[in-house]
């Protein structure tokens, strides 16, 4: 099972990049789980300075932005 990690605080953009996020396993018909990580030292550890951060199996996918749930589904689909 992938492991999909939202970071961020719950500011806007952090809730539809989670969105985005979800929307993507379905699109990748895959089975994942979506994690939120809220604290800045689990962030920070992850080498995240911007949020909203999106880690795919402990790779930094991105950070500062929010990629478009076609884009999450490519990273998903293509490993």
Known sequence: MVTIE???????????LEANAREAVSMAGIEAEVVKVTADPEIAARGVMNTPGLVIDGVVKSAGRVPSAGDI???LIAG
Do not use: I, P, R, S
Request: glycine share 14%; net charge negative; proline share 0%.
């Open 6 to 16: 939202v970071l961020g605080h719950g500011c806007d953009n952090c809730n539809k």
């Open 73 to 75: 589904a490519e990273w």
